[in-house]
């Protein structure tokens, strides 16, 4: 299931698949990104920049990030206001926060020999699709929000984010919950037939 019909399932399911993760630290700059995406991530990924006064949405296409706009000109990604940063695709996600001069996070790769349970779901973003050759331009009026997001395939109004939640037991009260998750990919959220 890619979009919506995650959410209507009728209820979330557990799966278990394998897993690899590792720590990651680097310099807090785009040529240090740049070196560590070049490794990892060898196919398009998403990219999702949080910064101080802004959310900065873009692609890495194998050898640079592209952000995307609307009106066609390109944001400005200045390093100094970096909060945090996620790079994903279907099968590894990139997940990074700033601490000081450095960035801090893990990468995660579903593949491994390491099994681990996960549930994947789907959470629609505000607002309806809006015309942009640019970018995928998401407008909610009423609330005065406007997101512009990599194009994705597909035409729908609405469109969500799908994100993998791993299950674990805490090691002190050994209950079972979400322990950490990962974005997958953006998605239409349309519902058909209603």
């Not at 990104?33 to 949405?57: D, G, N, P, S, Y």
């Not at 729908?156 to 984010?161: E, K, R």
């Amino acid at each position: 299931m890619t979009g919506i019909e995650l959410a209507r399932t009728g209820g979330l399911c557990i799966r278990s698949a394998g897993c690899q993760e590792e720590t990651v630290c680097m310099d807090c700059n785009m040529a240090a990104l740049r070196r560590e995406l070049e490794q990892r991530f060898k196919c398009r990924a998403t990219v999702v920049l949080w910064m101080m006064h802004r959310i900065l949405w873009g692609i890495w296409d194998g050898s640079q990030i592209t952000f995307v706009s609307s009106g066609g000109k390109t944001p400005e990604a200045d390093e100094l206001y970096w909060q945090e940063l996620r790079i994903f695709n279907e099968e590894m996600e990139l997940h990074l926060l700033r601490s000081d001069d450095k960035l801090k996070g893990r990468f995660i790769r579903d593949a491994g020999e390491q099994a681990r349970e996960h549930v994947d779901s789907i959470s629609r973003f505000w607002g309806e699709r809006e015309a942009s050759e640019d970018c995928l331009c998401l407008v909610d009026r009423s609330r005065k929000l406007r997101l512009e997001l990599p194009q994705v395939a597909g035409d729908g109004q609405y469109y969500g984010l799908v994100t993998r939640a791993y299950i674990g037991i805490h090691p002190r009260t050994h209950q079972a919950g979400y322990v950490d998750y990962r974005f997958l990919r953006i998605a239409c959220a349309d519902v058909k037939g209603e």
